[in-house]
Structures are given as C-alpha cells and as structure tokens.
T-cell receptor, first 117, second 116 residues
Framework: AQKVTQAQTEISVVEKEDVTLDCVYE???????LFWYKQPPSGELVFLIR??????QNEISGRYSWNFQKSTSSFNFTITASQVVDSAVYFC??????????????FGSGTQLTVLP | DTEVTQTPKHLVMGMTNKKSLKCEQH?????MYWYKQKAKKPPELMFV???????INESVPSRFSPECPNSSLLNLHLHALQPEDSALYLC???????????????FGPGTRLTVL
C-alpha cells in the first residue's frame, strides 16, 4: 500500500520567515513520482513540482526549494522569505506503477500554511 | 495554455434537482478526472477517463453520472443528491501516453456544490 504523511496540519509564520513543509512517503515500488500541489483559498490545485525516484538532486525555483532524500523517504518543501500570497494548503502526493491505470495520486492530508503580515 | 476551466463556480441544488458540472481543457490531454474534496481533506478520486472512455469508477454512487463527449470536455451529471454530497468538485487533466503515473495532473478551480 502507498501512503503519504504530512504530519504538520497547520503552520503559521510571519512574513519573510523561511518555512519547511514535511512530506514522508511509503511505497514498495522502486520507480515512483512525487508531487507538490498548492491549493489557495480559491480552490484550484496548482502543480508545483514533480520528482522521480531516480533523481535525488535538490531543486530550487525562485523562493521554493525541494529536498528529496530516499534514505529517509522524505520530500520536503521549503519556502524562503515567505510572503502573504504563500498562504494556502499544500499537498504532497505520490504516484507509481502500483497506482495502476487509474494514475491515482495518493495525497497526504495537507498542510495549511498561514503567512502573517 | 495550461488552463482547465470549470463551470459553474458555485451551485446550490435541492435533493430532487438535476444539474450538471462542466469541465474543459485545451491542452491536448487525453486523460481527465473528477475528484471530490471535503473541507480540510485531500481530494478523493471519483472517475478517470482515458481517450474518452471511462477507465475507473471509484465506487461512486449512481447519482453521479460522468460523461466525456469529446477529448476536451468532461461533464458530471448530478441527480437526487444528498446533503453529504456537498463538497468542492475538481476536474483535472493529464497526458495519457507513456507511463501513466509519470504525468502531472492539472486541476481546474472547482465547483463548490451545496445540496440542501
């Protein structure tokens, strides 16, 4: 069975602080893909990043960075110098061959990030 | 164009009404999805269409009836819903070729449904 755990239910930070959102996953497959999505109050899930299990390079995109560590089955997401517009629910998700033809994403429970001015 | 559109944005309906949700994408994606999302929960997969054919129905009650008239459109027909069906309904699309689990899904803004 596949599982994604986002232990942080809610996080509040003050603007300009750095914040890390944790994601721990479980899968028996050796080939899998990890995703992060952002869901602002408007409701739309915005795709942020896809990472495959063979690529452990960390990635940086502007103020966003991702740390993928297979040894600890973690795919953490850091926002540097947070802004009020970063306030949203962030979902980590997993997909692999065990997802079958459904291409089903296994979502974590989400982390509500609130950035205070 | 990486946009998935959904109409209406909000819908209030009685338990005896019949209504439809619509989803459209012009990214050339051949896989489309319906999700249901309750407050403070992750999205739950309802249906998957691949090349306009229903490939997955995640044990969804028959009061929800999906339809894929063409490769760009996805509908969800609603009939005799219950108050517990009130939720955000999200549509998504992705490429269908290659390894199915590789392709990221692009989501629409959702329809907020309230059943009275």
């Amino acid at each position: 069975a596949q599982k994604v755990t986002q232990a942080q239910t809610e996080i509040s930070v003050v603007e300009k602080e750095d914040v890390t959102l944790d994601c721990v996953y479980e899968t028996r497959d050796t080939t899998y893909y990890l995703f992060w999505y952002k869901q602002p109050p408007s409701g739309e899930l915005v795709f942020l990043i896809r990472r495959n299990s063979f690529d452990e390079q960390n990635e940086i995109s502007g103020r966003y960075s991702w740390n993928f560590q297979k040894s600890t089955s973690s795919f953490n997401f850091t926002i540097t110098a947070s802004q009020v517009v970063d306030s949203a629910v962030y979902f980590c998700a997993l997909s692999s061959i065990s997802s079958g033809s459904a291409r089903q994403l296994t979502f974590g429970s989400g982390t509500q990030l609130t950035v205070l001015p | 164009d990486t946009e998935v559109t959904q109409t209406p944005k909000h819908l209030v309906m009685g338990m005896t009404n019949k209504k439809s949700l619509k989803c459209e994408q012009h990214m050339g994606h051949r896989a489309m999805y319906w999700y249901k999302q309750k407050a403070k929960k992750p999205p739950e997969l309802m249906f998957v269409y691949s090349y306009e054919k229903l490939s997955i129905n995640e044990s969804v009650p028959s009061r929800f009836s999906p339809e894929c008239p063409n490769s760009s459109l996805l509908n969800l027909h609603l009939h005799a819903l219950q108050p517990e069906d009130s939720a955000l309904y999200l549509c998504a699309s992705s490429q269908a070729q290659g390894r199915p689990y590789y392709n990221e899904q692009f989501f629409g803004p959702g329809t907020r449904l309230t059943v009275l």
